[in-house]
C-alpha cells in the first residue's frame, strides 16, 4: 500500500448549497447538479481505491475553477460528502484537512490528496 494516494477528477466541484431542492409537493430531492456530480465521481473512483478506508486519514482537495468560483466550504464538503463510503467509511476519519482554491484556470478539475495521518508532535 502507497503511503500517499492521488486522485485527478476532470469534473468541476459542486456546491452543497446545490445539493438539495424542495418540489411543488414540498417533498426534497437531490438537484440535478449534484446527481450529474455525483455520477461523474462514482466513474472516476473505483472500488480498490479504498486503501485507507478503515485508517485516519490527512486530506488536501485542490478545487480548480475556470470561471465562476464556489465559495470554498461549499466546494469541499459537497467533496467530503461524494467520497465518503468511496475513498473512506466516514469523513469523522479526516484528522487534518487543507482546501485551496485556484481561479481562472484552464480547466475545472479536483485534486485530492489523502495520506494516512500522522500526529504532529506538539511542543
Do not use: H, W
Amino acid at each position: 500500500m502507497s503511503e500517499t494516494y492521488k486522485i485527478i477528477l476532470p469534473i468541476r466541484a459542486c456546491s452543497i448549497n446545490c445539493q438539495y431542492r424542495v418540489g411543488y409537493n414540498k417533498k426534497i430531492y437531490e438537484s440535478n447538479q449534484c446527481r450529474e456530480f455525483k455520477k461523474a465521481v462514482n466513474e472516476l473512483v473505483k472500488d480498490d481505491m479504498k486503501q485507507f478506508y478503515d485508517d485516519d486519514i490527512d486530506m488536501e482537495i485542490k478545487l480548480f475553477f475556470k470561471n465562476k468560483p464556489l465559495d470554498i466550504d461549499n466546494a469541499s464538503k459537497s467533496c467530503l460528502d461524494v467520497l465518503e463510503g468511496k475513498l473512506y467509511k466516514n469523513d469523522r476519519q479526516i484528522k487534518r484537512l487543507l482546501v485551496e482554491k485556484f481561479n481562472k484556470q484552464p480547466e475545472n478539475k479536483i485534486e485530492i490528496i489523502i495520506r494516512k495521518y500522522v500526529e504532529l508532535k506538539q511542543n
